[in-house]
């Protein structure tokens, strides 16, 4: 396929992109609107236009179930094209009212866009303390204590994100538990005793058992979440980074950077291997065609097949330069994924931060020690400045500048020395005061 072919396409596509980003809200706001025409016909069919019950005894459990599932369906539905049609509303400005105009695109009226989201609010309206994990018990119990608030005060609307965030802030345990368990004050009787006579308390306690298995519940389910937080800050970017330099970056670059016109190497570091490795190979030829019972090679057929083997070196390097390229926006694409995760995953970071308390804090003392040499040992010990060369090498040929030694030698001059003071003022600072035979233990490790 011809460049041109591939730019036209590109233009398409992305034109048809941007007009389906500037109809987002009329799109997100017409499917909430047939959501909520669903739930408005099963009530005008089947419970005379009002609410569904769910606790109705007028249908089977079987009917009632299927209600009950089909309502969970639009209301999620309501609810999420809800929310992209505000955030997109929210991102469209005059510009792209302007552009909707130039695409001969209609736009929907104020007074039409009133009057759907009026419609859709009287029918979810009913319905907005159902929560899509709810069974079917906790929804008849749900709805009598509806209707007994009902008479009391309005009722009051919490958005998913609000619920989610709830739920992940009661896996944290209380900051005043923390401190009296892992910075107790100093008192007149050893810690050692205290924790004695509380774990005498605590097995006298009758609600002991109940007590213990809550804990172990929320244990186990921040267990889970942080593991899977964590796995979603390596799969996320990694994925983006290969998806966007496969779909996007790599199209793009191919095509502004043409086979027949581009230079064969990004930088001189690049022409230097090349040298050496196209020397090694002419090396190797006369030196296999002397230790062979063959006749010697003339100096025109060494060049032939030097020179077959310099075409490939140079299309080897040229993919590396091109690839060199896509990496740079690629990375971009990966910065902006993560950030994004992470503005949006508050919740699941205090979760992931308790999580590392937990396991950091309940360690033996040796095992804080040993862990605290391996850490400090690979990152700023003494052979730690060929690691981070290393590093800095890989990162620079991953887009394709030249390793610049200066640079490298005075981040390795720097750097290392200001972590190291990092770890030594942590260990001053925290662990001495939260566990002082630690800290005697990694100094005993030490020397």
């Known amino acids: 396929m011809k460049n041109s072919d591939w730019g036209r396409e590109i233009y398409s596509f992305l034109l048809s992109a941007y007009k389906r980003y500037l109809t987002t809200p009329e799109r997100s706001l017409e499917e909430a609107y047939k959501a909520a025409l669903q739930i408005k016909n099963i009530e005008d069919n089947y419970f005379n236009g009002k609410r569904i019950a769910l606790e109705s005894t007028q249908y089977s459990r079987s009917i009632v179930d299927l209600f009950e599932s089909d309502l969970r369906k639009y209301l999620k539905t309501v609810k999420m094209r ?20 130039k695409q001969e695109i209609k736009i929907l009226e104020p007074n039409f866009i009133l009057e759907r989201l009026r419609f859709i609010d009287e029918v979810v309206g009913k319905y907005n303390t159902i929560d899509d994990d709810t069974s079917h018990e906790d929804l008849l119990r749900q709805s009598t204590l509806n209707q007994s608030k009902r008479k009391q005060s309005k009722l009051v609307k919490f958005d998913s994100a609000t619920a989610k965030q709830n739920e992940l802030s009661d896996l944290i345990e209380p900051e005043s538990s923390k401190v009296a368990s892992k910075a107790d004050a100093t008192g007149i009787l050893p810690r050692s005793i205290l924790s004695t006579i509380n774990r005498l ?12 298995v809550k804990d172990f519940r929320r244990s186990q389910r921040r ?45 001189y570091e690049m022409e ?7 020397g090694a190979y002419r090396e190797k030829i006369i030196f296999e065609n002397f230790i062979r019972d063959e006749p010697i090679l003339s100096v025109d057929e060494v060049n032939e097949i030097v ?36 503005v949006f995953s508050k919740p699941s970071i205090a979760v992931l931060k308790d999580f590392f308390d937990h396991i950091v804090y309940g360690l033996s003392d040796s095992a804080k020690a040993f862990i605290i040499i391996l850490f400090t040992d690979i990152f ?3 052979h730690s400045p060929h690691g981070w060369e290393v590093v800095l090498e890989g990162i620079s040929r991953h887009w394709g500048l030249p390793a610049s030694h200066d640079f490298i030698y005075l981040f390795i001059a720097t750097f290392p020395v200001i972590l190291d003071t990092i770890f030594k003022y942590w260990i001053f600072r925290y662990l001495n005061r939260i566990s002082p035979s630690a800290v005697a233990t990694y100094h005993n490790m030490n020397e």
Not at 201 to 212: A, G, I, M, R, T
Not at 272 to 278: D, G, T
């Open 82 to 101: 809800l929310t992209e049609f505000k955030a997109s509303r929210f991102f469209l400005n005059e510009f792209s009212q302007n552009a909707l105009k």
């Open 272 to 278: 230097e291997k090349a040298l050496v490795e196209l």
């Open 380 to 382: 700023v010990g003494f």
């Open 223 to 267: 267990t889970l979440v942080s593991v899977r937080f964590l796995l979603l800050l390596i799969i996320i970017p990694l994925l983006t980074h290969q998806l966007s330099k496969a779909i996007i970056v790599g199209p793009i670059v191919d095509e502004f950077r043409p086979s027949e016109k581009t230079e064969v190497f990004l930088n």
């Open 307 to 342: 020179k077959g083997k310099a075409r490939e070196i140079a299309e080897e390097y040229k993919s590396q330069s091109g690839s060199a390229i896509k990496n740079v926006f690629a990375d971009m694409f990966s910065v902006a994924a993560f950030v994004i995760f992470l």
């Open 201 to 212: 308390q605590v097995e006298l306690n009758p609600n002991s058992e109940q007590d213990v």
